[in-house]
């Protein structure tokens, strides 16, 4: 690949909000490196008031309501996909084939069949896709992620991750949401992929999941709550809480460690604030706690930091992070945990493929799930 330019072309999929609120802003972030060109999405009065923006902010985009049109016209380097989930591998599959790296939103896919058709896409062109997971970026994930990794902490021993989160009736009246087919399932798609990622990210690959999930609330095809019962490869066992029933919200994460606990508590983003070390009774190394404690820097949790640092991969033409075999085991994961809920038995890492009905469909077709029955 060439010398990447004095600033890349990157275009729009999807001009709602999550672009509004969190592409947008991590763009004009990085402008010194990155230039939007272009803009595309299907309803032409959202898109015109996504230009009535991007005008008022000095920037000169193109609109566009065709996607192949857009990709032949603008010929961007990089594509952000900020669409519903039931449009991702399709919409990033053309943009891989028209040469551009993509950055698309969870789930990058609605199963592993989709995911192993981009991977194709990746090997045939050369480009590469990441999935947004931006509670992976920041200085404090960062940093705990080198902790554990590098033995600071101790060996890993216990995990509790938690997505307790709060969606009303209003919110599922959105056509897309709740259904198999345009969502890929519910809050264990949808909202708790987050949180799971990052364990994942922490604590690295998964071996077994035993799991329950159940529709409590809501009258919609996929589940309303999940739970799980994971063990990682380094023998350490933790607990995947996905809820979109919890009026008090959290997203938490905390690992158990030999030396000290590590534990995150959030919502929607974090800092390094909001992180807190608790050294083992009897750990008086007051200079190895203090390291613990004091990242570098503070950075928080976003869009922003995740697209630094795949415009840092662009530059040095290697696989970003959250791609590739990276990305593949958190879609997994979501697969099995779905697989070993419906089937009430355990399932292992690796045991989904080809043949496999929920290599095709995170509902399995069974029974009491399957849209289609």
Wanted: hydrophobic fraction near 40%.
């Amino acid at each position: 690949m060439p010398s990447p330019p004095s600033r890349l072309r990157a275009a729009i999929v999807g001009t709602g909000g999550i672009v509004t609120g969190s592409h947008l802003p991590a763009l004009r972030a990085h402008s010194d490196r990155v230039e939007l060109v272009a803009a595309m999405d299907v309803a032409p009065d959202r898109l015109e008031a996504f230009l009535s923006t991007t005008r008022e902010a000095g920037m000169a985009v193109e609109g566009y309501t065709d996607l192949d049109a857009m990709l032949g016209a603008a010929r961007p380097d990089l594509v952000l996909i900020g669409t519903p989930p039931s449009l991702h591998r399709e919409q990033t599959v053309a943009a891989l084939r028209a040469g551009a790296w993509v950055l698309c939103e969870k789930p990058l896919c609605l199963s592993l069949a989709e995911f192993d058709e981009i991977a194709e896409a990746e090997r045939a062109t050369g480009a590469h896709a990441s999935v947004v997971f931006q509670h992976r970026y920041g200085s404090a994930a960062a940093h705990a992620r080198e902790l554990i990794a590098g033995g600071e902490l101790g060996a890993p021993l216990v995990a509790h991750c938690q997505t307790t989160w709060h969606r009303n009736t209003a919110y599922y009246a959105v056509p897309w949401r709740g259904r198999w087919e345009t969502e890929g399932g519910g809050p264990t798609m949808g909202h708790g992929i987050h949180q799971f990622d990052l364990l994942l990210h922490l604590l690295g690959d998964w071996t077994e999941v035993r799991a329950m999930a159940a529709r409590l609330v809501h009258d919609v095809e996929s589940e309303d709550v999940s739970t799980a019962l994971v063990r990682f490869a380094d023998g350490a066992l933790a607990t995947v809480v996905n809820s979109v029933l919890s009026p008090d919200e959290v997203s938490r994460i905390r690992v158990d460690c030999a030396d000290a606990t590590v534990e995150l508590t959030h919502l929607y983003g974090h800092g390094n604030d909001d992180w807190v070390y608790t050294p083992r009774p009897g750990l008086d190394d007051e200079a190895r706690v203090a390291r613990w404690r004091t990242p570098a820097a503070d950075v928080p949790s976003s869009h922003a930091a995740q697209l630094g640092a795949l415009l840092d991969a662009y530059e040095r033409n290697v696989a970003p992070p959250g791609s590739g075999a990276d990305a593949r085991r958190t879609v997994e994961f979501a697969a099995a945990l779905y697989k070993a809920a419906f089937t009430g038995q355990p399932v292992f890492a690796g045991e989904i493929g080809e043949g496999d009905p929920y290599y095709s469909a995170m509902h399995g077709d069974h029974p009491d799930w399957s849209p289609t029955r």
